[in-house]
């Protein structure tokens, strides 16, 4: 078990997004975050106190978490001492990158001479099976986005929130080394082999009672050059019943390819069917999920509405305006 309360690390993060780990941690589980820890350069901010390493141990923090998701995951070099410091001082660290803390002997050196312990959180802990097909009671929904990072899993924890409010049966299923640290299980979806991707969902989903919601956390998307692969997986392993589509509608480009642009949302929709339908052929898309942290009060709602007109679906942020209208659409 990783031990709370977290010192969040956001590093050398060169902007908000890039310290998406910290701001899920922080927006889903406020009660366990002590503070923040930026190096110079750091243009993210979680809005937590600012604290040098012996300010939060005094203030009760056990673990100091990695928020940072950069491009391939890496240990930047210019953490490394902040690092070997927090372990000197009695910290234990977690991390979701892929480069995993265990591989880097000197992290691991200085963990064993001060008894602290790295917990690697994007590590397969299960033999996962190869995907069956086979159908399975409950029900399920995907999130699917234009893009990467674009509010797939606060769209599926608003939802979950909503649904919980409601005393309705629903699950939040963790596929991401956030939504893990949030939740405290899920599976490490591209950390899976490939061959075992899809079976590793259809375990995390299993056979549930038929009026039960399991709302999968997204990865990545379909027409992300770098990331398709795992979104695939989720819908063929999850055999959703319902969609919702995400968007973040200020993006120059598709993140990290600026020679690639955002499908439009008609795409989106198009596509993930046709995916869908290859292991369930009733799925729908039920709304639509805008991600507006960048945009007016006035431009967001005067964009859900525009959206909502053209597209025919319930819109909504849910994390500005509330997931009322995507739970309704969903059990309708």
């Known amino acids: 078990m990783i031990e709370t309360p977290y010192l969040l690390f956001l590093g050398d993060a060169p902007d908000r997004l890039a310290a998406k780990v910290a701001q899920g941690i922080k927006d889903w589980r406020p ?18 106190t600012d604290m040098t390493l012996d300010e939060a141990l005094a203030a009760g923090a056990k673990t100091l978490v990695i928020g940072v998701a950069n491009r391939g995951g890496y240990i930047s070099d210019s953490w490394r001492a902040v690092l070997k410091e927090a372990l000197e001082k009695g910290f234990d660290i977690a991390s979701g990158l892929h480069n995993l803390l265990r591989d880097e002997q000197d992290l691991v050196s200085v963990a064993d001479m001060n008894e602290r312990t790295l917990h690697d959180v994007r590590v397969p802990t299960i033999a996962y099976p190869i995907a069956s097909g086979v159908k399975r009671a409950g029900k399920r929904c995907l999130a699917v986005g234009t893009d990467c990072s674009v509010g797939k899993m606060y769209t599926a924890l608003c939802m979950e929130k909503v649904m919980r409010e409601r005393n309705m049966k629903a699950t939040f299923r963790a596929t991401g080394q956030t939504g893990i640290l949030v939740t405290g299980s899920g599976v490490p979806l591209d950390a899976v082999i490939a061959d075992f991707m899809a079976g590793s969902i259809e375990w995390l989903t299993p056979d549930n009672d038929e009026d ?4 999968i956390e997204g990865q990545g998307s379909l027409y992300h050059a770098s990331y398709s692969g795992v979104t695939l997986a989720l819908i063929h392993g999850g055999q959703p019943d319902a969609l919702v589509l995400c968007h973040e509608p200020t993006r120059e480009h598709m993140r990290g390819l600026p020679d690639y642009q955002q499908p439009s949302l008609e795409e989106l929709r198009d596509t993930a069917l046709i995916m869908a339908r290859v292991v369930n052929p009733d799925v729908k898309v039920v709304g639509i999920s805008i991600n507006t942290q960048h945009l007016s009060e006035e431009d967001a ?31 309708a």
């Not at 009660?31 to 937590?48: I, K, T």
């Not at 039960?212 to 709302?215: F, G, R, V």
């Not at 709602?301 to 969903?330: I, N, Q, S």
């Open 31 to 48: 009660e366990l975050c002590v503070g923040q820890y930026r190096m110079d350069g750091c243009n993210a901010d979680m809005g937590l």
């Open 212 to 215: 039960h919601w399991d709302l």
């Open 301 to 331: 709602k005067a964009l859900c509405a525009e959206t909502e007109a053209r597209m025919g679906l319930p819109t909504v942020d849910p994390f500005r305006h509330g997931a009322e209208r995507l739970v309704d659409a969903l059990v």
